[in-house]
T-cell receptor, first 115, second 114 residues
C-alpha cells in the first residue's frame, strides 16, 4: 500500500536558521506529492506540491523537489521565521483503487522557531 | 471564492450518543473527503464522495457513515460514540478528486466524547 515516512519532531530552530524536513514515500504508480501546514487550532493549508518526477514545488520561501529515484520529497527553507512555527505534513495522492485518490499522510513534524 | 466550511466547529457528546457533522465544499468542487486526526493515529482517511456516490472508504467500523447531497454538501455520521472517537474531523474538497488536484481543507470539527 501507499505510505509516507517523515522525520518526527519536534524540531526547534533559531530564527534565520536553515530548515530541512525529510520525507520519503512508498506508492504504486505515479503519485502526486504535497506538503501541508497546520497552525494551532486550524485545518490544513497547502504549502506546495509536485505532480511528476523532478518537479520543484515552492511557496513562501519553502521548496521541495520530487525525486523519483530516491522516492523523496524533502522540505527546505533557507531562513525560517517565528511565523513558520507550525506542524508540517508530507502527503501523497495516488490511486488507492476504484478510481479514488485519497491523501496518505506522514505523522507530521512540529517546528518551533525561537527569536 | 469561499473556502471549505464545516459545522459545527466544536462538539461535546457522551458515549453511546450519535453525531452528525456537516461540510460545504468550495463551489464547483464535486469530490469531498473526510479525515480523522488524532494525536496517536495522525491523519486517517475516512471516506470520499463524488457526485453523491461513495467512491472509497477507509478502515473504520460501520459506525462511521456519510453521504453527499446533489449540491455536493456532505455529512458524516458517527453512531454509538466511543471515547476513542474524540478527534478533529477534517473535510476536504477538490473538483474531480484526481491525483494531481489539490485537496482544500476546512477548519475541522473538534469532537470530544465524554
Amino acid at each position: 500500500g501507499n505510505s509516507v515516512t517523515q522525520m518526527e519532531g519536534p524540531v526547534t530552530l533559531s530564527e534565520e536558521a536553515f530548515l530541512t524536513i525529510n520525507c520519503t514515500y512508498t506508492a504504486t504508480g505515479y503519485p502526486s506529492l504535497f506538503w501541508y501546514v497546520q497552525y494551532p487550532g486550524e485545518g490544513l493549508q497547502l504549502l506546495l506540491k509536485a505532480t511528476k518526477a523532478d518537479d520543484k514545488g515552492s511557496n513562501k520561501g519553502f521548496e521541495a523537489t520530487y525525486r523519483k529515484e530516491t522516492t523523496s520529497f524533502h522540505l527546505e527553507k533557507g531562513s525560517v521565521q517565528v511565523s513558520d512555527s507550525a506542524v508540517y505534513f508530507c502527503a501523497l495522492r495516488a490511486d488507492s483503487g476504484a478510481g479514488s485518490y485519497q491523501l496518505t499522510f506522514g505523522k507530521g513534524t512540529k517546528l518551533s522557531v525561537i527569536p | 471564492k469561499a473556502g471549505v466550511t464545516q459545522t459545527p466547529r466544536y462538539l461535546i457528546k457522551t458515549r453511546g450518543q450519535q453525531v452528525t457533522l456537516s461540510c460545504s465544499p468550495i463551489s464547483g468542487h464535486r469530490s469531498v473527503s473526510w479525515y480523522q486526526q488524532t494525536p496517536g493515529q495522525g491523519l486517517q482517511f475516512l471516506f470520499e464522495y463524488f457526485s453523491e456516490t461513495q467512491r472509497n472508504k477507509g478502515n473504520f467500523p460501520g459506525r462511521f457513515s456519510g453521504r453527499q447531497f446533489s449540491n455536493s454538501r456532505s455529512e458524516m455520521n458517527v453512531s454509538t460514540l466511543e471515547l476513542g472517537d474524540s478527534a478533529l474531523y477534517l473535510c476536504a474538497s477538490s473538483v474531480l478528486g484526481t491525483a494531481k488536484e489539490t485537496q482544500y481543507f476546512g477548519p475541522g470539527t473538534r469532537l470530544l466524547v465524554l
